[in-house]
């Protein structure tokens, strides 16, 4: 099992920034793919962005991309999530998943953080 635990969720003011990490730790893969989700109130769950183990083949959702950045420290099996320039609309509780390379869904799921935007 994988075991993943996020950090970094908060209350701060539209046009603030906030960074979310999260840590794998158990039996983790060497080849493995990360991502951020996030769910608003009322709405499905959705994709934010992705990253492989080694830090290639990052994507982004379109409604985020040129304000957050995925990044993976992989000696220590972490990915973050810097994002900028927040807007209210990005309010959501926002979950860390992970996949082997040769998985087609997100195996492993993080309890979820919380981030608000205030207007």
């Known amino acids: 099992q994988v075991r993943l635990v996020e950090s970094g969720g908060g209350l701060v003011q539209a046009g603030g920034s906030l960074r979310l990490s999260c840590a794998a730790s158990g039996r983790t893969f060497s080849h493995y793919a990360m991502a951020w989700f996030r769910q608003a109130p009322g709405k499905e769950r959705e994709f934010v962005a992705t990253?492989?183990?080694?830090?290639?083949?990052?994507y982004y959702v379109d409604s985020v991309k040129g304000r957050f950045t995925i990044s993976i420290d992989n000696a220590k099996n972490t990915v973050h999530l810097q994002m900028n320039s927040l807007k209210p609309e990005d309010t959501a509780v926002y979950y860390c998943?992970?996949?082997?390379?040769?998985?087609?869904?997100?195996?492993?799921w993080g309890q979820g953080t919380q981030v608000t935007v205030s207007s």
């Open positions: 990253i492989n183990w080694n830090g290639g083949n990052d």
């Open positions: 998943a992970y996949r082997t390379l040769g998985a087609n869904e997100y195996d492993y």
